[in-house]
């Protein structure tokens, strides 16, 4: 399968599939913003599908230094590790905006992969879609400048390079958020920051605007 065939098939994915092929054993829930779905630490024993709003994954170290791992928007799972053997969180996830999640416990999507085979080969490509783009996540901060780093968060942030219209990047998300994502310090995002607004890659209404222009950040050596 080829990482064309699928980002496709990730992005094509129905909820209503999901909806359709779990009946016990699923969970709709409301998470107001900032409230913690789950916490590092925490028995393993269900996978989320994040079906509106925002997720913030972080990690704390034993040091007690939190890192923030990703931000999901629509249509996402995560907590998939227990499907792994996990039997504890190994980070926690946080709503960044009012959310509508799907709980599912372990069991019963166990059951839905092994039932229905579309539904697992849409899960399947979710997952490998996810697993190329961490690895283009370490690439980029092996070689790339903070500042292509930036710019590549804010672009996943608003959604480039998928279906449909790009949305506004999550109101009030802080620059220190952001420098934990692209592993610099909140001066230096502080700095793009600016840069960037001053270029007309970006402007504040009511929220952070991206505008496709920051490509260009990306694309230059």
Partial sequence: MTPITVSRKARDFNPHALLATIGVGRKA???????NIFAQGDPADAVFYLQT???RLTVVSKTGKEATIGILSDGSF???GSLAGQA????????MTDCAVLRIEKKAMMQAL????AFSDLFVAYLLARNIRYEEDL????????????ARVLLMLARFGKEGVPETVVPKISQET???????????VSFFMNRFRKLGFIHYNGG???HSSLLNVVLHD
């Fill in 29 to 35: 829930i409301l998470f107001p913003k900032k409230q």
């Fill in 53 to 55: 709003g925002k997720v």
């Fill in 78 to 80: 995560f907590g998939e």
């Fill in 88 to 95: 504890v969180r190994m980070g926690s996830a946080t709503a």
């Fill in 114 to 117: 092994h039932r229905e085979h």
């Fill in 139 to 150: 690439v980029d901060q092996l070689f790339n400048s903070s500042e292509k780093r930036l």
């Fill in 178 to 188: 952001l420098a934990e994502m692209v592993g610099t310090t909140r001066s230096r």
């Fill in 208 to 210: 952070l605007q991206v």
